[in-house]
């Protein structure tokens, strides 16, 4: 009798013990799932979940505001190594970051100047003119050197900062320039740059 209720006990517990055995599996395999679930879940109807997003946000407009048209008179008269005279040039960053303004291209055209050619710098020949950018270092004057001169490169692929613009921010520069002996005077020639607005 006694040995029948010892192995009508041990069925009991091994019963019981697969079971849990399989209650605690099935519990690992509910936990595997709610890990994977962070990243792909199945939502049933009538439940809800929360998914959290993360958005960036950014510009998709970079607006500056300058000038179409400068007019600058370069002659071997005026005083100082800058030989051209322009007006000031303004330059307003409209977007809400800095950006980087930038010249990629210059077209000239020197066709008026018999015999003349264009310099990438200011080292220059007799028949030769070389033109740039100066930013402003005094208020509302033109510069006399040629320090800090961007040269600007005829006709040929160039990348070259201007200057940069923190937000809402405006600066201004100044076209600058030299010219040989023997240039012909009272003539005209077109420098026409293409400029890109870049976020910086």
Known sequence: MKRRLLLSALAVMLAAGLLMTGGYA???DAVAYAAEATQNEDIPIGSSNEVMMVGVVEPTIMS???PTYVPFHISRSVQ???KVISPRITVTNNSSIPVSLDVVYTSVDLSRLQGTTWSNGPYIGENQVAVG???ETLLNQMPTTLDQTKWLLENTAQDINIM??????SS???VVGTLGA???ENYS???VPTFVVRQA
């Open 172 to 174: 201004a520069m100044y």
């Open 26 to 28: 099935a519990s690992n």
């Open 80 to 82: 100082g190594e800058n």
């Open 164 to 169: 940069t613009l923190g937000a809402y921010d």
């Open 182 to 184: 023997a240039v012909p």
């Open 189 to 191: 020639f077109s420098v």
């Open 133 to 135: 950018f100066q930013p």
């Open 64 to 66: 500056v505001t300058m």
